[in-house]
């Protein structure tokens, strides 16, 4: 059984769904609050910083009513997921904080 899954149809479901950009948020925001690294809290920002803004995509607020060809996606998705991949492996190698 072969297994293809299409990266451009799972970041696409931000596009129809845009609260689920606060998913990958809160998880780094915890990764960060977790492990205090700097990585994780600037991944974080990024995906809340791209909820309203897709939200405002969807809203038809800040695009003129034709939105179906997403250029900017070809610029957010990449730098979105470097960021991710950025903050998890910082986190994955990371040591732990010193206890409080």
Do not use: H, Q
């Not at 939105?67 to 910082?90: K, Q, S």
């Amino acid at each position: 059984m072969k297994s293809d899954i299409d990266i451009g149809v799972v970041l696409g479901a931000f596009v129809g769904w845009p609260w689920l950009a606060l998913v990958p948020a809160a998880l780094l925001a915890w990764a960060y609050w977790r492990r205090r690294r700097r990585a994780a809290l600037v991944a974080a920002l990024a995906w809340l910083a791209y909820f309203p803004y897709e939200l405002g995509m969807k809203l038809r607020v800040l695009c003129s009513g034709e939105c179906n060809i997403r250029v900017d996606l070809l610029l957010f998705y990449p730098i979105l997921l470097g960021l991710t991949v950025w903050a998890i492996v910082a986190t994955r190698r990371g040591r732990e904080p010193p206890e409080r």
